[in-house]
DNA sequence: AAACTCACG
DNA sequence: ACGTACGTGAGTTTG
């Protein structure tokens, strides 16, 4: 096997970080996106590759041969922004940390030092890699060169790769032929002129047929078409010097090492200090503990595998102030529990012989009699101790959360890296891979032992700093009073689940299956052939090429089939129709039909989890099944609700909130306005429509009131003229025009939106009224696309929030209502704006009132909360 | 695993 | 000029 050299166009791939990845900021506000993107794709491909050799070659800023030859080389370039230059000396810094060569060379780019190494490492019988964003590098490209071109599409990267067979196959010329074609169509990123009226096909056509551009000048008379031939008649020398400019020089006199440019262990400590700096919180996963001097502290772990230790040691918790817990376990069974006293006092208490679960969850219920139990998810936890007072436990989770609600998960090694001074713990994964808990317990008691050590060892050493930063964001409240009652009151609906009609469900699936069938024979029998009706892309090829419906092109990998796209098409083509009604019978069917019947329990219900920390909002969210999102708009789809019932002596009651988002919107804008708007309208879209277009509100028109209706979602979603239009099929212009004339009714939304961006774009984040934080670090991108995302997002975020808190304080104060009132009904679902409650027959009235009362009591606003409540004998009726 | 589509607020 | 509505979760196909 040959050795290997990796070379990196280091502007480059730092340029292609910072344009298509969302950029960063750390504690200091510098921006490191781009070295965090440009590391991430350097070690990808390094694991790929595993090159003996490395190094990465800049450009200077001094001018090269290439100025001297054309004075307008690169003069006109648009200038690096200031987020992005200010990155370059960090990258330098970070590679020198990490011992990987950098090579730069006055008066060349840096192009030509990876052309030069590439062509000596060949010579020397390497294979060699370069890794580019910059297509002018395929010129290099030979069978032993492979060209790497990172693409990032929707923020994920992939790479295209290029040896010389790649080349042709992409471009129809040889690598060397590349130069020719730059040198014809120009280049206006590097100010290559190239020659007019020539593009990339007529380009590519004439490089095929004539091989180069001195040879096409030598058979001018045969070069097609015309405008070609008289442009390289005029413009040759023009041609001659541009590729000049476009060859990559590979004789560089570049003085370099190879000794220099081996690779070596990158994780250095130096590395180490610098990612810490950086806050590449992933990107300290990968360095080995040995190398990280502060993370190297040992911790010791102890078992207790017999009753008297085991009370002993609960004995000597019971004294402390706060203790670590955890529990390992499935639903129905306890393998390990893990108790920490303080960061010398770490034990694992397998159940086995005496100690069963039930006996350890006992103990630990008592304990919380006598102090504060940390986990890292109490909700969990409360599936096996039934616990009752939120001010006896500490959820690490949940407070993490709120601290950034932007985290895809929240382990026990992600809060000790970030909370407890970069300290590095094996993850789950680490410890257990793939392994069951089950399975784990019977096998690997060790490992599992460990495992629980960690969840409670973590939550009890963080949990001074979390409040302590809970504090300072003022987000305690919040927590205190919101979301840890609501584990509490989350845990009760998923213990209590809702009952399903399991049979009904089945006939109600088997129903659709009859039509679905039917509706397959007809698709098909229009479209002349069978094919799989759920493939976008093979439906894709029926309608638009085989059937030559209009529409064409729409998604990055082919023809849209979306239902939007499809609307249109409807009235037309009876397919199109067919193919609608099929999509929709067939997501009732899987989804629902289906996917519910799979997931009814023994017990006749459903048990749903409620996630408490995965909305970047504030709101919750339902898995296995998701229960927030059974169909409500379409009759068919709805019907579905009738197998959601309540037990014999209960009845649902159903109350939502009406327009929440936007009565939230009138409070915190101030605007005098909508607010007087909302003490007088029993229909506010009709009055929107009625002030916004000068009309008395019995004379607002069917269309107006759509219009005002979204009008006043877009301004709840973060409003634009692009998605208004959208949504109301009208031009941007007419869309800005609606957008100004709300403006201008209500005088002070305007001001509030603006101010939301204005104190995200100073802060970082956005608040709820009741202080929950959002981070927006989108705002402070150079990209357009991420910075207007970000705007909608801070005008969004606090309204959305806002109804979220406002909820989750109602649902906490039923909960503990009916609880103290020793009622039987209870909270079985909550799906945004709504609650819906298992009501036992003899409490309706109670329930109604509690109900009422702390819904609307839940917030204190400008505008009255206004609940709409029904009763019914199934989801379905109590709607 | 990613892309697409579609259900909800 | 860029190219979008805000927030979710799940089933299916495909590379």
């Keep these: 096997m040959s050795e290997k050299i990796l070379l990196i166009d280091g502007h480059s791939i730092l340029n292609r970080a910072f344009y298509g990845l969302p950029d960063l900021t750390n504690a200091e506000g510098r921006h490191t996106g781009a070295v965090y993107g440009f590391l991430n794709i350097m070690f990808r491909i390094l694991e790929e590759e595993k090159p003996e050799y490395l190094t990465v070659a800049f450009d200077l800023s001094a001018p090269t041969f290439r100025h001297k030859r054309y004075e307008a080389y690169k003069g006109t370039r648009k200038p690096m922004p200031e987020e992005l230059r200010e990155q370059v000396p960090l990258i330098k810094e970070m590679l020198s940390a990490m011992g990987i060569n950098i090579m730069s060379l006055e008066g060349y780019e840096a192009d030509d030092l990876l052309g030069t190494v590439a062509r000596r490492s060949e010579a020397k019988g390497m294979d060699v890699t370069i890794l580019s964003g910059d297509r002018d590098l395929l010129q290099l490209a030979t069978d032993k060169v492979l060209i790497r071109l990172p693409k990032t599409v929707r923020g994920k990267t992939t790479v295209e790769n290029y040896h010389t067979a790649e080349v042709l196959e992409k471009y129809q010329v040889t690598p060397p032929q590349i130069i020719e074609l730059k040198a014809l169509m120009g280049d206006s990123s590097d100010n290559i002129p190239g020659i007019p009226g020539v593009g990339e096909k007529t380009a590519t056509k004439m490089i095929v047929q004539f091989g ?103 004995e000597k918790a019971a004294q402390k102030d706060q203790v670590g817990i955890s529990v390992l376990a499935d639903p129905d069974q306890v393998y390990t529990v893990g108790l920490v006293l303080d960061e010398k006092e770490i034990y694992q208490i397998p159940v086995g012989g005496l100690l069963t679960g039930d006996y350890l969850c006992g103990k630990l219920k008592a304990l919380a009699d006598s102090t504060v139990l940390c986990a890292m998810d109490i909700k969990s936890v409360l599936k096996h101790v039934s616990l009752d007072d939120p001010k006896k436990v500490f959820d690490a989770g949940v407070a993490a959360y709120l601290l950034n609600p932007l985290k895809s998960s929240y382990s026990h090694d992600d809060i000790a890296r970030e909370y407890l001074d970069g300290m590095m713990l094996p993850s789950k994964e680490d410890l257990l891979g793939k392994t069951s808990l089950k399975k784990a317990w019977e096998e690997e008691l060790e490992w599992l032992g460990n495992y629980a050590c960690y969840q409670a060892f973590v939550p009890c050493m963080a949990r001074k700093v979390l409040l302590e930063k809970l504090d300072e964001t003022g987000m305690r409240k919040v927590y205190d009073e919101i979301e840890l009652p609501l584990v509490f009151t989350l845990d009760s609906m998923e213990k209590w689940g809702i009952s399903v009609k399991g049979e009904e469900l089945k006939s109600y699936g088997e129903k659709l299956k009859v039509r679905i069938q039917e509706l397959e024979k007809t698709i098909w029998q229009e479209a002349g052939e069978e094919f799989n009706i759920n493939s976008p892309k093979q439906l894709g090829v029926i309608l638009f090429e085989k059937l030559g419906l209009p529409g064409g092109k729409k998604t990055k990998t082919g023809y849209s089939t979306a239902a939007d796209i499809l609307d249109k098409l409807a009235p037309d083509y009876a397919i199109v129709k067919d193919i609608l009604e099929y999509r929709q019978l067939t997501k009732l069917k899987s989804t629902y039909a289906d996917g519910l019947g799979n997931v009814i329990g023994e017990d006749g219900r459903i048990h749903s989890t409620f996630n408490q ?45 009406s327009q929440i988002e936007l009565r939230v919107l009138a409070h915190m804008s101030g605007d005098e306005k909508l607010i007087q708007a909302y003490r007088e309208a029993e229909d506010i879209h009709r009055l929107t429509a009625s002030q916004v277009f000068h009309v008395p509100l019995d004379e607002v028109t069917s269309l107006q009131r759509r219009n005002a209706k979204a009008v006043n979602f877009g301004i709840v979603y973060g409003i634009s003229s692009f998605g208004l239009s959208q949504d109301l099929s009208i031009t941007r212009k007419e869309a800005a025009a609606y957008i100004e004339k709300y403006f201008e009714t209500y005088p002070k939304i305007k001001g509030f939106l603006d101010g939301l961006v204005k104190d995200g774009k100073e802060h970082g984040y956005v608040t709820t009224m009741f202080g929950r934080r959002r981070p927006v670090p989108e705002l402070r991108s150079s990209n357009f696309m991420q910075r207007s995302f970000g705007e909608r997002v801070a005008m969004n975020s606090p309204i959305q929030g806002t109804a979220a808190d406002i909820i989750k304080i109602a649902m906490n104060h039923v909960y503990e209502r009916m609880k103290k009132e020793g009622l039987r009904s209870r909270l079985v679902l909550q799906v945004h704006d709504e609650l819906l409650i298992e009501t036992k027959k003899e409490e309706i009235e109670e329930v109604s009132r509690i109900l009422e009362e702390e819904m609307k009591g839940a917030a204190d606003l400008a505008v009255e909360l206004d609940v709409d409540m029904h009763q019914g004998d199934s989801w379905y009726e109590a709607k």
Excluded: W
């Design 613 to 657: 920390t995965i909305t970047a909002t504030g709101r919750i969210s339902s898995t296995d099944p998701n229960l927030q999102n059974i169909p409500v708009r379409m009759e068919l789809g709805r019907l579905i609700r009738k197998v959601f019932v309540p037990e014999e002596g209960f009845v649902f009651l159903d109350a939502d909130y």
């Design 212 to 314: 180069s551009i001195e040879n096409a000048h030598e058979h001018l008379e045969e070069v097609k078409p015309n405008k070609a031939k008289e442009s390289l008649r005029e413009h040759y020398d023009l041609a001659q010097l541009s590729k000049e400019l476009a060859t990559i020089n590979t004789d560089s006199p570049l003085e370099f090492s190879y000794e220099k440019a081996k690779v070596e262990n990158p994780y250095t400590p130096e590395a180490y200090e610098l990612c810490k700096r950086l806050e590449f919180k992933n990107m300290l996963n990968r360095f080995d503990p040995a190398t990280t001097a502060d993370s190297s502290m040992e911790l010791e772990f102890f078992t207790c595998n017999d009753l008297s230790g085991v009370e002993a040691l609960f």
